[in-house]
């Protein structure tokens, strides 16, 4: 599917733009028009405890309020640096604060200790009471100017595109004021020289330079087990000097390094996502204010107030207070106290503004002439279920380079880690971004600890004999052996290490947010860090985000949901406990490239899961957008055990499908639980006439699916290990991943045990000849078996199975050959589909399961009925009404699917009334996620739900089969109207794909 794209024009080639890269600073981008997503008075950048406090009193005054935050969740000023204490002098004066620390655990010492899980669930819940919407996730990237050159919001990027917000105040909470210095305040000159950071360890065995702060962390963990466990881990706390050039983003991603590379413990069970530090640099303001700390009551507004800059305020240490009183401004309650009172105060006056309308307003920054002309690409669809309120302009405007690499990954999860170690080991110049604070993905902050099934060889191999020897060094229980969950913070360092080690860079907490292209080859990507968007231009990207993210930025055509099915593999979001390394999850459908999707997973989760310590950050998801490449990986290829010219892995799994399966193949084929092996070619990573880009993961190019038995976590880094490795052949030989050796990169994959020596002579296997599929079509009369070789050239098999079911007497022997014609819209067999499905009554059938699940996703009576109504014979009408009238919500799921698509396929209007039937059954309707509220109540605290899924699976179904059937009374539009504003991402792209058709 295509989103909305704006490109500029390409003036230079690829040759000048290579040869220029040394003196280059910029980047062009074309004027383009930026979705506006929400008009409010009151915009407060940050989700920190100061700026929650902030919009909440806002919106206590009557002001309409919006909150932004580039983190996962809020309260990140105590979350991510690990500071869950208040002291002994501190005691809540605000309704806000009580809430949070009101119930805290009391040390011996006297201190106030909390759980992330309560800070992020009542700033949440706070949040949620004022109605104050918020999006995590979402990175400010410019400020939007009204006539005047005043400020009039901001422009924010996330998984869902670029959106602009309108604001008549802008709150900067950022723990860097990097609004106000976006808007172009003035600070003072951050010291270059030694600094002094904070970073908190949470257990493990502690280095020299750690200071025990004499109390404990208690980690409570409710979900999935049978009783509450507890345990407790020590407290460290490192007093770090580290040498800064400067106050920029880049210099604190080194101290980030060196803070890393200083305070990790063997063992540890967590550690602080960023450093603290009191700033050293503070506003320029119009009245500063040096004097020390007496009371948040104290702090005068136009210590806030930028010098020279209207309507922002900066709420946080970069105020211009005394650094003593900045020190006590960050302690919690101060802050809570502060934002309280600056939110209040300036509400009246956001609401008293007048501004201008979005189609008067401008985006701001980044002017001058570009010194590189390229495309740049961007997604600008606005937020998927909330009208856009028209449009801001952003004039044309030279984005700055801030790297060069020869290889830039984007994703640092399962496959974007080994894809930069493969490109770090094999000499190239490598970055890694990731938005986390941690390398790994599923594996380590996905919580999904364990190496389940995947092909145990090559670059893996070393991954888990590493992982194992430095666990074993100091903890033998917490070692990968089999079935033994392995250590995340062992895993998330030894990748940090191994990639630094090589020579390869990383950056957390930045996001690929755009594409950068020269007549069809990527030379590049937008990224958003905390101060803003940049360029990183690099030989080769490596989409290694899992969902295809760079290359849908370029208005390449994706495969996700849209119109013809809604078969999606299930989704978690885990409860979290530092210590515990395996906690898998199945509880939902979620579209993770869908920022509204995602705040409504972790709102959720944390009211599901809020008896645990905390909540994991990265949603598991199983199946996520896909390009379509060079080479398209089919169930077919997998059964059929395909060979490739260039085979770069051999994936291994059974079919692991969390959710059901929509491929001809499995209306036949009935998988069991078993080992396949799947050959994964290089061109299955190479976008379908793109150069330059590799993408890997859950990303590549195959079937839905074909994904179970691809997607493991062994398979997605050994394929991607070879993504990295050859882009540095790229770069070595000055030319493009479209342009390797692909003989000279399987060398190196035997050598390192990944490939079999076979594959490097090998030829395609495919084309199966006729004969085969003549024998083939022999063997299905028998027992269905050869059907995975006829998919491949259905064609070719019709006419023989055809001629088959003429030929043959025996009547169930006919019947399978009916069946499949059937499958395939031909009528040849239509009287023994007839017989067979009047005849037969309702089998057992599937109900919605996730996890766990190996099995066929249909049952023999569904497979019929579906192939007797892809036969378009009008008799199959009254036999499949009579078939929908048998049915109760008792039946299992796959019944209702299978006469939806049945009915579908013969779009008569007589079906109506026998699908009105099956949607007013007991709790059939009003099953769309809509109510925030209401669905925090209606999801169980189970890991492994699929109550609300069976039912919002039927009755969207069953809905689309009445809509496309002509209707009645409107029921079938209404039931997709409700769900294309269903938070769940997933059904409602398919409910407004379903409504663009015409009836």
Known sequence: MRPSFIFTVIVLSMLLLVESQAQTKTVSESERQIPLSYDVDVIVVGGTLRGVAAAEAAAKQGAKVFLVTDRPYLGEDVCATQRLWIKSDQKPTTELGGSIYGKARKTKNGYSIVTPMDVKRKLDEALLNKKVPYLYGSYLTEILHDPNGEVAGIVVANRSGRQAIRGKIIIDATDRAFA????????????????????????????????????????????NKPKTIKNSYAVYEYDLEISMKDGSFKSFIKADKIARDKSYHFGQATYSEKLFQIPPDNLKSIRSHQGSWESAKSIPIEAMTPKGLKHLYVLGGCADVSRSAAEQLLRPLNSLQLGQILGAKVAKKAIERELAPASQLVVAGHGGKATIQAEVGDVLTGLRWKPSEGSVRSPARALPVIGRYDTVVVGGGTGGAAAGIGAARAGARTLVIEHLHGLGGVGTLGRIAIYYNGNKAGFNAEVEREITALADEKFKPRGHHKNIPFDIETKMEWLRKEINKAGGEVWYLTLGVGSVLQDKRFTGVVVATPEGRGVILANTVIDSTGNSVIPHCAGLETQMIDNEHISVQGTGLPPWHPGDNMMNSDWTFGHDDDVLDIWRMHVVAKQKFKNDYDLGQLID?????????????????????????????????????????????????????????????????????????????????????????????????????????????????????RKI????????????????????????????????????????????????????????????????????????????????????????????????????????????????????????????????????????????????????????????????VAFEALKKPEAAKALVGLLELPKTKGNAFLDINKVNKITPANNYDCTTREVSLRELIVARALYRCGDYQGMGKKTLEAYSKDFRGHYAIHARAILKEQN
């Open 621 to 737: 998801s199983r199946v996520r957008r896909r390009i379509y490449g060079d080479v398209y990986i089919t169930p077919m290829d997998i059964l059929n055990k395909r060979v490739y010219p260039d085979v770069i892995t051999v994936a291994k799994s059974d079919f692991d499908n969390h959710g059901f399966s929509r491929h001809n193949m499995f209306m036949v084929y009935r998988p069991a639980r078993e080992y396949m092996y799947g050959n994964i070619p290089y061109r299955a990573l190479l976008p379908k006439g793109y150069d330059g880009i590799l993408v890997t993961g859950l990303g590549i190019s195959g079937d839905g699916d074909a994904m179970p038995v691809i997607r493991m976590q062994r398979d997605i880094e050994n394929h991607s290990y070879a993504a990295g490795y050859a882009s540095a052949m790229a770069a070595r030989n000055q030319s493009t991943v």
């Open 741 to 900: 050796d692909i003989k000279e990169l399987q060398r190196h994959l035997v050598d390192i045990g990944t490939i079999p020596e076979k594959y490097i002579d090998a030829k395609d296997s495919f084309p199966l000849s006729e004969s085969t599929i003549r024998e083939a079509v022999k063997s299905l009369g028998k027992d269905y078996s050869g059907i995975e070789k006829i998919l491949t050239q259905v064609d070719t098999a019709i006419p023989m199975m055809q001629g088959a079911y003429k030929a043959a007497n025996d009547p169930e022997v006919k019947l399978r050959y009916a069946h499949v014609l059937g499958l395939f819209y031909d009528a040849t067999g239509v009287d023994d589909l007839l017989r067979a499905v009047s005849k037969a009554k309702w089998d057992k059938g599937w109900k919605f399961k996730g996890c766990g699940n190996f099995g066929p996703t249909t049952s023999p009576l569904d497979n019929l009925i579906i192939a007797l109504g892809r036969t378009g014979d009008e008799r199959a009408l009254a036999v499949l009404i009579k078939k929908a009238e048998q049915l109760n919500t008792k039946h299992a799921l796959s019944h209702f699917r299978a006469l939806s």
């Open 180 to 223: 106000a210095r976006m808007a172009g305040a003035d600070f003072t000159s951050y010291p270059a020289g030694p600094q002094k950071f904070k970073r908190i360890i949470i257990g493990g065995e502690p280095n020299k330079e750690a200071k025990d702060l004499g109390f404990q962390y208690t980690v409570v963990q409710v979900a």
